[in-house]
């Protein structure tokens, strides 16, 4: 009996830049699956290819080879105009520099996406609320993104990048510009999503954030060099009636 259907999936994936005329291949091979509900943390040195992987599995970045699928559906020999639909229904995004519109508002930074996937005006408000709050950034909802200091338009770059609720959330360094309290922050609001079921993954250099997920896999030179879970302690029930039970027999 085969399992469910991957977020994610790539068959023999290769991207190859011409620089000055001389090739230069930035991800070379590479076969991932991600399963509903995973949360993925790519790590690697510098050049290992760890960005141009994730831009390509959102359609940013075009593949020279191999394929990409996403819900079942292959995807990587879409026109830029479907891409920019199944981004906008199905693949949210967080950036290292947060990409926010600069003329609107936060609330409306947020909601935007929820409404242009088809969420009601009520719905993409109690989206934004919800998301706000959760990240301390219900007062300053009314702000422009100008007036935020860098941790708060990161946060606003996740809220947005979640409004749409997507199948897949790819975050590439979310946390690389971030002081350690709005590091927190978002670590903690990404660790309730998944917690929700959502499926993501994530480009990071600091051990500390890739510990939040599943499963990490290390990239070299554009290959996949290892790709393991991370083991979770088991934590014993607290409780006194029945850890004395079970000690005495």
């Known amino acids: 009996m085969s399992?469910?259907?991957?977020?994610?999936?790539?068959?023999n994936l290769v991207k190859i830049y011409q620089t000055g005329g001389v090739p230069v291949t930035a991800v070379d091979g590479v076969d991932l699956r991600v399963d509903p509900g995973e949360f993925v943390a790519i790590m690697g040195p510098s050049g290992s290819?760890?960005?141009?992987?994730?831009?390509?599995?959102?359609?940013?970045?075009?593949?020279?080879?191999?394929?990409?699928?996403?819900?079942?559906?292959?995807?990587?020999?879409?026109?830029?105009?479907?891409?920019?639909?199944?981004?906008?229904?199905?693949?949210?995004?967080?950036?290292?520099?947060?990409?926010?519109?600069?003329?609107?508002?936060?609330?409306?930074?947020?909601?935007?996406?929820?409404?242009?996937?088809?969420?009601?005006?009520?719905?993409?408000?109690?989206?934004?609320?919800?998301?706000?709050?959760?990240?301390?950034?219900?007062?300053?909802?009314?702000?422009?993104?100008?007036?935020?200091?860098?941790?708060?338009?990161?946060?606003?770059?996740?809220?947005?990048?979640?409004?749409?609720?997507?199948?897949?959330?790819l975050a590439d360094e979310p946390t690389g510009n971030l002081d350690s309290r709005n590091t927190r922050d978002v670590l903690r609001l990404l660790g309730e999503v998944h917690r929700d079921g959502q499926t993501i993954i994530m480009v990071t250099h600091d051990a500390r954030v890739a510990s939040l997920a599943d499963r990490v896999v290390s990239l070299l030179d554009g290959q996949i060099v290892d790709d393991g879970a991370i083991p979770r302690p088991v934590r014993r029930p607290r409780g006194g009636a029945g850890d004395v039970v079970e000690l005495r027999s």
């Open 3 to 11: 399992g469910p259907e991957p977020v994610v999936r790539t068959v």
């Open 49 to 169: 290819g760890k960005s141009t992987l994730v831009h390509m599995l959102g359609g940013l970045d075009t593949r020279t080879s191999g394929e990409i699928w996403l819900d079942g559906k292959r995807v990587d020999t879409l026109s830029e105009s479907a891409w920019a639909v199944l981004r906008r229904d199905k693949v949210g995004f967080v950036f290292q520099f947060f990409n926010l519109v600069a003329n609107m508002t936060v609330a409306d930074n947020v909601e935007l996406p929820a409404l242009l996937s088809g969420a009601t005006p009520r719905q993409a408000r109690e989206r934004r609320e919800y998301l706000l709050g959760a990240l301390g950034l219900a007062e300053r909802a009314d702000a422009s993104p100008a007036q935020l200091a860098g941790g708060e338009q990161q946060r606003v770059a996740l809220a947005r990048a979640l409004a749409n609720k997507p199948s897949l959330l």
